[in-house]
């Protein structure tokens, strides 16, 4: 008897202690955000409220000691720029196409698109960047470090995830909304358009947002398109300044003031992107709460 | 009652390959409800489905035969077109979910074609005061669809189909997902759409069909066995099948 | 949805004529871009795949075995790097995987209810930072860590397994792995935690009144049932990791050479690339870079695959058997 009730407690405890040591793994995960948030606060917050953080640009033909006053503001414009180009090819390309996957999927290309998209999102974004350099470097090399291409590089990446966002939004909506719809008399196009796409249509913004998020935190595909610069936007054809390179480039620097900056674009940057990513788990909730009831 | 509205003429309708109903033929006479009665899987909600062209929406589904409208072939027309003077009621309600009550019985009129505001509110008043729900909703026109009771919704998509104006309207067992006296307002809102309107109604109440329906047609494993008024088919049927089915033996 | 066929009353299946040409229009629009997004794929392998030949051209398969990487001799084999990619993503598993199943499986059994949402919320948030945020966070606050803190220690305490070798300096395979973990911590978690609570409840009562303890439960009906899943997610998660690129480039110290211990400084293919494509020597070096790349693109590709198809099948399981 008595063995028997040592055993049960041996279990037991053995339980509790897995209990806590999981309970402690969760602590290790969330470290690093907590640090993170907290490193770049105390040593990049001070510089958020200067003026320079944002305005300052190296004087013309700036030498390397010169060069090394610059602010986040070409940064932020090119992050900008860039997220522009690269989310409008995405929503132009990646919503009809899941649109297609979506209403037209009996067909065998509907479910090519799916997988197509699928196999899209895994490849590594350095990859795309690789893509659009040297699609560029063959054909039209005068544009190889651009906002363009930088743009390009950046949708490669966006599209795959809007495709995915907007099926699933596109696939939540009950196919009697369709049916009543149609039945109606009411034109397939403008069916899929102005009933099915606008119930969705929080489930695609979402999608959308966190493309874009994602596509403005973004380096590696960057670094041989847009490429970086010091000095605001010039022009569609010519090299452009975006945050994560700014952060890259200013990571290692030898200029303390530039580290600094570089701390405060990712407090920024960071802000933005947990910002963003509340906000659409706040839209998605609010879309699954509309379409089981309403009110 | 009299003239045909719609005359069903060797119809068949595959799924793939598979046919579901088989070689029917009947008409349905205007200004009259017809029913449509059988087993599970004869193929009733196929054989309304082809009315309007909702059937060949379904992956692999195709039809052969015909189907006329006032003596015009509906699968030789623009689908959208035919399915704006064919209108239909499912058997699960289903309001646009995203919509008010206003906007639900509006859509039609909104979406196609140029109305102005004032003909748009003339047109659901009178579609609401068909369906029997105007005087349960008037104060609250805006609130969203899916604040009715599942009776209440049934009867707003039959305004929302009413409010296109069809000259038929198909109903595909519309009382099964209600309760007894949200299905006996339905029942009474039958009787007396037909002045205005063709009525096919599929049902697999019995009972039902006797009470609301003028025609039934009798539908087993795909094809039609018996089509007549209903009186006779409940009384003197015809065939020894139909006769099966109405005394219990099956189904 | 229907083609013209000419209307003959009663013999040939027909579907009717075709709606008006707004919705073929239509109909054409959205095919053309699903039809882009298709070509997408192919023109990155097709490009990926024309650059590479002048490289495959000079090494053959000896590209694939050679350990050399050398542009002042034109002597160019993908080895260190596909052994950076592979021994950081391999660290980054055994270091991640823990960690993620611990943390999905404490949400998804042991915490109070109310924590849930803001834990998940927060595991996820993490797999939103950018990975360049990661390195910088990694070059400034975990690599002094590393160098002082834990390297020395576990020189000291493991040093005799011969993995240790070398001074550390903080900047090197061990520091990039760890930051990987980190990075697809949130990931597998996810997938995890998702594949967990598919699991019938059933299940779960089915162990509790035989008298388990929470532990048991776990263990015994929910990681078995959530098993295919669970792998899954640690695929998808070693996908992420073999891809990486900015974390990586910025912590791994950049030697084009196979690591000789874990405090030796190493390439991932990812970085090599960063790297190296615009500061090479010529054509050829480019050429191989962009075959590693091919390479990477290979690796990736099935390892997601792989990754699908156990999630996906999963899924389609759990979705079954709800009693």
Request: charged share 15%; glycine share 10%; proline share 5%.
């Amino acid at each position: 008897m008595k063995l028997r009730f040592d055993r049960h407690a041996r279990r037991k405890l053995f339980s509790h202690g897995i209990t806590v040591a999981s309970g402690l793994t969760i602590l290790a995960v969330l470290y690093p955000l907590a640090s993170i948030l907290y490193e770049s606060a105390t040593r990049g917050g001070r510089v958020l409220f200067q003026l320079t953080f944002v305005t300052a640009v190296p004087p013309n033909g700036c030498s390397i000691i010169a060069c090394k006053t610059v602010g986040v503001g070409p940064a932020i414009q090119g992050t900008l720029i860039l997220i522009g180009i690269g989310g409008g090819i995405a929503l132009l390309v990646g919503i009809p196409a899941a649109i297609f996957a979506s209403e037209y999927r009996t067909r065998g290309l509907g479910r090519a698109i799916s997988f197509t998209a699928d196999v899209l999102a895994g490849i590594p974004s350095i990859i795309m960047g690789v893509f659009i350099y040297s699609y560029f470097v063959l054909y039209d090399p005068t544009i190889t470090f651009s906002a363009i291409t930088g743009g390009l590089a950046l949708s490669a990446i966006m599209i795959p995830i809007v495709v995915r966002t907007t099926e699933e939004a596109l696939h939540t909506v009950p196919n009697s909304m369709r049916e009543a719809a149609l039945a109606l008399g009411i034109s397939k196009w403008r069916t899929t358009l102005r009933i099915v796409l606008v119930a969705a249509l929080p489930g695609v913004l979402t999608g959308v947002l966190l493309a874009v998020m994602r596509g403005a935190g973004e380096a590696a595909p960057l670094l041989f398109t847009a490429a970086g610069s010091n000095i605001f936007f010039q022009g569609l054809n010519y090299r452009v300044a975006a945050l994560p390179l700014l952060i890259y480039n200013f990571a290692e620097s030898p200029y303390s003031n530039q580290v600094q900056v570089a701390w405060g674009a990712t407090l920024l940057l960071i802000s933005l992107i947990l910002i963003a990513n509340v906000f659409s788990r706040y839209m998605l909730s609010r879309m699954v709460r509309k379409m089981s009831g309403g009110a | 009652m009299g003239a045909t509205k719609m005359k069903v003429s060797g119809l068949t309708a595959f799924y793939g390959n598979k046919p579901a109903i088989s070689d029917i033929s009947l008409e349905f006479p205007d200004h009259a409800v017809s029913a449509i009665i059988g087993p599970s899987g004869c193929g009733k909600s196929t054989l309304i489905r082809c009315l309007n062209r909702m059937h060949e929406t379904a992956p692999r589904a195709r039809v052969a035969g015909q189907v006329l409208l006032d003596g015009e072939d509906i699968y030789a027309q623009d689908p959208t077109r035919v399915r704006r003077r064919v209108g239909m009621v499912f058997q699960r309600p289903n309001p646009f979910v995203t919509m008010s009550i206003y906007n639900n019985v509006s859509v039609s009129l909104r979406f196609n074609g140029h109305h102005s505001r004032e003909e748009i509110d003339r047109a659901v008043v009178r579609s609401l005061e068909q369906s029997a729900l105007w005087d349960e909703v008037k104060d609250r026109i805006d609130a969203p669809a899916m604040s009715l009771s599942g009776g209440q919704q049934q009867r707003l998509c039959i305004a929302r189909a009413l409010a296109a104006e069809p000259e038929v309207l198909l109903m595909d067992e519309p009382c099964s997902a209600l309760d007894p006296i949200a299905t006996a307002k339905i029942e009474e809102l039958v009787s007396r759409l037909k002045k205005e309107y063709t009525v096919v109604i599929v049902t697999h109440n019995m009972q039902q069909a006797a009470r609301v329906a003028d025609f039934t047609a009798f539908l087993y494993l795909g094809k039609l066995i018996e089509f007549g008024p209903t009186e006779q088919l409940f009384e003197r049927p015809k065939e020894s099948l139909t006769e099966a089915y109405i005394t219990g033996r099956f189904g | 949805m229907s083609s013209p066929t000419p209307s003959s009353p009663s013999s040939a299946p027909k579907t009717g004529r075709v709606a008006r040409w707004p919705d073929l229009l239509f109909f054409v629009l959205v095919g053309i871009a699903g039809v882009a997004v298709i070509a997408l794929a192919f023109a990155i392998l097709g490009i990926l795949i024309h650059e590479s030949i002048p490289s495959f051209r000079a090494f053959g398969p000896g590209f694939l075995t050679s350990t050399v990487w050398n542009p002042n001799t034109n002597q160019f084999g993908v080895v260190p790097f596909v052994a950076g990619t592979l021994i950081t993503s391999g660290i980054a598993l055994l270091i991640g995987v823990p960690l993620a199943l611990g943390s999905a499986i404490f949400i998804t059994t042991a915490a109070p209810r109310w924590m849930r949402g803001p834990v998940g919320t927060a595991i996820e948030l993490l797999a939103a930072v950018p990975s360049v945020i990661y390195g910088f966070w990694g070059i400034y606050v975990l690599e002094p860590y590393m160098r002082t803190t834990v390297e020395p220690n576990l020189k000291t305490t493991l040093g005799w397994t011969g993995l240790f070798g070398g001074t550390p300096i903080g900047t090197d395979v061990l520091t990039a792995s760890v930051i990987l973990a980190v990075m697809i911590v949130p990931t597998i978690s996810a997938v995890s935690r998702e594949t967990l609570l598919a699991v019938p409840t059933a299940q779960r009562e089915a162990a509790q009144s035989l008298g388990a303890t929470n532990w048991e439960t776990t263990r015994v009906a929910m990681l078995p049932y959530a098993r295919s899943g669970i792998i899954g997610g640690i695929i998808l998660g070693l996908g992420r990791a073999l891809g990486e690129t900015m974390a990586v480039t910025m912590t791994i110290g950049n030697k084009d050479a196979v690591p000789t211990s874990l405090f030796d400084q190493g390439q991932t293919i990812a970085s090599l690339i960063a790297n190296e494509l615009l500061n090479n020597t010529g054509p050829l070096q480019y050429s191989a870079i962009l075959e590693a790349g091919l390479i990477l693109l290979a690796i990736s590709l099935i390892v997601n695959a792989g990754a699908r198809v156990l999630v996906w099948r999963v899924m389609k399981v759990g979705g079954q058997s709800v009693e």
